[in-house]
């Protein structure tokens, strides 16, 4: 069975010289990741090997991650860009109407009348609402709100948007 994961930010760089590494996080709370004491780690999100976490500090929304395995400053720089993740499987159950943002990553996107904006490649942080990256003929980026995004199909793996094909 081929196991799926799901990115979870990326390791940016060593901090200090016993083997600590900086964390770019992409989930919605920094805090989500330390949950998982098992993290895998990919240089080419294609080959992923486990990893155990030893401790994790967290300041001002920055995190830090201490691994068993990596004890200085060097070998910490050999794992600089390297993906974080965790197995899709491990993630907590969400409701039907609930979706997590990788699920969307490569969803088709179009409007109310069947415009076809391309498909789903990313997304913002605002603060004040998120907005999905849209990459077609020219990227869009569309509000992620109750009144934008009308339907969600992901067995058709199809977004349905309120959005002028102008924007």
Not at 22 to 46: A, C, M
């Amino acid at each position: 069975m081929k196991e799926d994961y799901l990115v979870m930010g990326q390791l940016v760089g060593s901090f200090g010289i016993k083997g600590w590494l900086k964390v770019k996080v992409f989930t919605e709370k920094v805090e989500t990741l330390e949950d998982y004491k098992e993290w895998f780690i990919s240089s080419d999100e294609k080959n992923w090997s486990k990893i155990r976490v030893e401790n994790v500090k967290i300041n001002q929304n920055r995190m830090m991650v201490k691994f068993e395995e990596i004890d200085d400053r060097t070998s910490a720089d050999g794992y600089r860009k390297y993906w974080v993740g965790i197995l899709k499987e491990s993630l907590p159950k969400l409701d039907g109407n609930e979706f997590y943002w990788n699920d969307l990553i490569g969803c088709e996107v179009q409007n109310i009348n069947g415009f076809l904006f391309g498909t789903v490649s990313g997304f913002i942080e605002t603060g004040a609402n998120d907005v999905l990256v849209v990459e077609g003929e020219k990227q869009r980026l569309i509000p992620y709100t109750k009144m934008t995004v009308k339907k969600i199909e992901l067995k058709r793996q199809q977004i349905i948007v309120d959005w002028d094909e102008s924007f």
